[in-house]
């Protein structure tokens, strides 16, 4: 690659199934110079994220679905190199919707300035970014937890997961987290502090949860819905909370959606599910971010990112989210 060489991915077609290499197109073009009230970025680190999976899809959703022949939407970390927007130098560092390429020129629409000597710049995808926007706000808003509650968390040892379990520890909580295999559960209780963990894909999730929740369940935190959201519905207390935060075991679906059979546990328990969607909560990420920046210093919150380099692995790199491979926040490094 020469410096003005942008290589891009871009979505040839509209998976079924799981997306492949050949979902994807790749293409190396010339950089283009930012026309008027745009900005030129050099893409530093690019946030995989299992909700790229959704905008393949056509349809009705809470953003538009990405267009055949565009470039793939991801959102991510770089350092502003052209500037023809008043509100950006060159030299900033900025995040936002890149898209999976080198260089993103176009308006810095939803753009915001980050400053890589407060923080590394892949921790701005993690904690400091949407993922961790995503954990305080599902939580503390939706899940709203009280201490001495027990919560409950799948995809626990994950990006989203593992920060909203930590928030819920720093509320004085009980959290039991759920997730694949020995060593995400071990670091969930030894690093994290978790309370517990129920290895799903060894153990029956039903027994792990009669171990691990003797006094039910007041917040279920779902990143993966499916059988797991069914067996913890079934141990639900009065007026418990559950945030439908995702469904990854969902997104490859090559048939309908599955629905949760043991709903009528919300009926029994006056309990209630709740759907939550990020950008809601725009108006308020630079308070949060604050408070998530300050746990961080005071050694209550930890971010782990999971970085794989290189741009050209992109197809592969974002299919580690739905077999287990990642561990933390996925993030890519273009170069
Ligand atoms: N609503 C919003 O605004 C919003 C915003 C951001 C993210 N999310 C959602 O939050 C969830 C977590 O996202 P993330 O970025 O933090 O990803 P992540 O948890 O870091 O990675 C995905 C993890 O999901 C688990 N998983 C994959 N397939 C599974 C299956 N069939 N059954 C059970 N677990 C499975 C894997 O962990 P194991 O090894 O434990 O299986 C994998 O590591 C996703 O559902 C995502 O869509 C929602």
Partial sequence: MTAQTNRQFLLAKR??????RETFSFQQVPVAEPGAGQIRVKNHYLSLDPAMRGWMNEGKSYIPPVGIGEVMRALGV??????????????DYVNGALGVQD?????PRGFYKVDPNLAPLPRYL??????GMTAYFALLDVGAPKAGDTVVLSGAAGAVGSIAGQIAKIKGCRVIGIAGGQDKCKFLIEELGFDGA????????????????????????DNVGGDILDAVLSRLNFKARVVICGAISQYNNKEAVKGPANYLSLLVN??????????DY???FAAAGQEMAGWIAQGKLKSKEDIVEGLETFPETLMKLFNGENFGKLVLKVD
């Fill in 103 to 107: 260089y993103f020129v176009g308006e």
């Fill in 282 to 284: 725009a108006a308020q």
């Fill in 126 to 131: 993690s904690a400091l970014g949407m993922t």
């Fill in 78 to 91: 770089g350092q502003v190199e052209a500037s023809n927007h008043p509100g950006f130098a060159v030299g």
């Fill in 270 to 279: 006056r309990a209630r599910m709740e759907g939550f969607v990020v950008m």
């Fill in 15 to 20: 998976p079924v199934g799981a997306a492949t």
């Fill in 198 to 221: 129920i290895d799903y894909k060894s153990e029956d999730v039903h027994a792990g949860l009669k171990r691990e929740c003797p006094k039910g369940v007041d917040v279920y935190f």
